[in-house]
Nanobody, 115 residues
């Protein structure tokens, strides 16, 4: 399974970006999907998750600003980010799990928010 993340880049404070994660395997029966991020010198943290029944959960830092979505027809997971702040600067990773396996990680896409 390959997960290809894209959409990162540099934006100014208050800007928006949309990240995408294309899966080489159908996500229709994925157990869970999520976006994580890792800022320099910090541990990787969960940003948003979508469960098998499409329920969504967001980290407090993402609530009201980020929206995760899935497109089963395109086998794609997306993260719409608005109101970006410098503290959102990080490498963003997608993760998809099928069944009880550990799942797979995308390669990461860098988001830089400049003031």
């Amino acid at each position: 399974v390959q997960l290809q993340a894209s959409g990162g880049g540099e934006v100014q404070v208050g800007g928006s970006l949309r990240l995408s994660c294309a899966s080489s395997r159908s996500i229709f029966r994925a157990t869970s999907m999520g976006w994580y991020r890792q800022a320099p010198g910090k541990q990787r943290e969960m940003v948003a998750q979508i469960s098998s029944d499409s329920g969504k959960a967001y980290a407090d830092v993402a609530k009201g600003r980020f929206t995760a979505s899935r497109d089963n027809s395109e086998n794609t997971l997306s993260l719409q980010m608005t109101g970006l702040q410098p503290e959102d600067t990080a490498v963003y990773y997608c993760h998809i799990r099928w069944g009880l396996t550990p799942g797979f990680w995308g390669q990461g896409t860098l988001v830089t928010v400049s003031s």
